[in-house]
């Protein structure tokens, strides 16, 4: 393997992995009712394809992509769609969204599954093949990925392909799992990412708590020249920039991406999708998801994208007594249900039932003191007390000054601040102000033009019509002037 490039900051955290890494990922049962939201992704919500009555089978299109940056959705099992209306879906906000209701025959159906003999495919029906599987980025931020595999418009070779599978957030552990158990099909996923994208090297990085799972991804990669690269335990490595950086030694400039500095990164769950998309003719209709904390049987559970959060910790024996919260992800960038009636999404990677030992001890916020400790740790090298400031001061066009937006909200700094402060709760308070601000002035933007399109309209209609007068008015004069010869 090559060096590694450490990074500024990141913090050494209680990993929690054991309680839920030492078994087989179990599959998790067929629930009667599935519930499949078509916002799964980032970019617009896809298109429903069916309406109530229709019956579909397991793996057949129910939402189209709505554009470029858009995810085709799926039914995850064969039945009758009872609703397509809003419903509950994990979000902070608790809001509902669109989703398409199934009822389960329980014979699990599937459609004509097509497999692709992809080298024999040109690059942009391969894509398709992808797009319509409705692959997305299943670390965690659901990003299209048809579009990321897409080189076009890059003059240069790509330099280096990287499969995330560092799995930094203590508890979580369900990449761990994959790459023990599905090694090989995670290559295979990853050799056909390679086949698109054409890079110099292709890396997997994975921490080095991980030894099983490094054995089993360099056992699999024997003979494909990929690079199995043991990345140290240090929290948030598997946030892209850092990893890249790690890899790499290459920074991804402020409101960049990797593709800016020659790489392009996916998660091994990903690279899995991609696998059975193409080699399998299977959309993405099940994920693999941590069920961790306080639940009686923790573990890892591949489940049908639509499955509540309820029937899956039913599956493990229900809640330990004393849970208080049940958070969406890890605990470090993971956010708090409103409740387990929402359903599993393509991005659910953890689901962690918190109880009192879990959860922090609500402790007074005080002054800040100046200590600079949020600065030490700050992976993104940004200055977290200035941010803050200027947060709360509103003073919001500072804190964009200050690199805003390239934090991300891995939350090392709130961890070490003496003064207890919610530091992360300040920039996402900033972060929402600025887009709504954002919003608001494109909103008043588009009425502005709305209403010069409105008065060129009136003007251009009223010229015409003083033109059309024109026409008619020496008409008028010749018919006075015989009047009067006829007089
Ligand atoms: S760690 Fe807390 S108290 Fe120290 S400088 Fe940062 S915000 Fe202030
Ligand atoms: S949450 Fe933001 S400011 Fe705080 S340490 Fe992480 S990147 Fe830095």
Not at 65 to 94: F, K
Not at 251 to 257: A, N, R, S
Not at 452 to 480: C, D, S
């Amino acid at each position: 393997m090559s060096a590694l490039f450490p990074f500024h900051g990141g913090l050494k955290t209680v990993r929690h992995k054991t309680e839920s890494n030492q078994t087989r990922i179990w599959t998790a049962m067929l629930p009667p009712r599935l519930t499949v939201p078509l916002r799964q992704h980032i970019g617009a919500i896809a298109k429903p394809l069916v309406q109530p009555g229709d019956r579909v089978l397991k793996g057949q299109m129910i939402g189209q992509p709505d554009g470029y940056i858009s995810a085709a959705i799926h039914a995850p099992t064969s039945g009758i769609v009872s609703a397509v209306d809003p419903q509950p879906v994990a979000h902070p906000s608790g809001l509902a969204d669109l989703c398409v209701t199934i009822e389960s025959d329980g014979e699990d159906r599937w459609i004509n599954r097509q497999p692709v003999n992809y080298p024999h495919l040109h690059p942009s029906e391969l894509r398709n093949v992808i797009r319509n599987a409705g692959v997305v980025g299943l670390g965690g931020a659901a990003f299209p990925s048809a579009v990321k595999l897409n080189p076009s418009g890059r003059s240069e070779r790509l330099d280096t392909l990287i499969l995330n599978g560092a799995e930094c957030e203590p508890w979580i552990t369900c990449d761990d799992r994959l790459m023990r158990e599905r090694a090989a099909d995670i290559v295979a996923g990853l050799q056909i990412m390679a086949y698109l994208l054409g890079p110099y090297e292709v890396m997997i990085g994975i921490e080095d708590d991980k030894p099983e799972a490094i054995a089993a991804m360099s056992a699999a990669c024997v003979r494909t020249g990929y690079m199995v690269c043991p990345i140290p335990t240090r929290y948030p490595s598997g946030s892209v920039k850092q990893l890249v950086r790690l890899l790499t030694g290459k920074e991804i400039p402020v409101d960049g991406l990797p593709v800016d500095v020659g790489v392009q990164c996916f998660n091994v769950a990903t690279a899995y999708t991609v696998h059975r998309a193409v080699n399998f003719g299977e959309p993405v209709i099940s994920r693999i998801i941590t069920v961790t904390g306080q639940v009686h049987g923790p573990g890892n559970f591949e489940v049908l994208i639509g499955t509540p959060f309820a029937a899956l910790i039913a599956q493990c024996g229900g809640y330990r007594e004393g849970v208080e919260r049940l958070i969406l992800g890890g605990p470090m960038m993971g956010f708090a249900l409103h409740s387990d009636d929402a359903p599993v999404t393509k991005a659910a990677n953890c689901l962690l039932a918190v109880g009192p030992a879990e959860l922090a001890p609500e402790l007074p916020v005080l002054p800040c003191i100046r200590c600079g400790a949020c600065m030490d740790v700050c992976p993104a090298d940004l200055l977290p007390q200035q941010l803050y400031w200027h947060a709360r001061a509103k003073e919001f066009d500072q804190a964009r000054d200050c690199h805003l937006f390239s934090c991300i909200e891995c939350g090392c700094c709130s961890v070490v601040c003496p003064s207890h402060i919610p530091l992360v709760q300040y920039y996402r308070y900033a972060k929402n102000e600025i887009w709504a601000l954002e919003k608001e002035k494109q909103r008043a933007e588009q009425a502005r033009q709305r209403h010069q399109a409105r008065m060129e309209r009136l003007e251009r209609e009223k010229q015409e019509r003083e033109a059309k007068l024109r026409q008619k008015a020496p008409r008028v004069e010749v018919v006075a002037s015989s009047g009067k010869q006829e007089g």
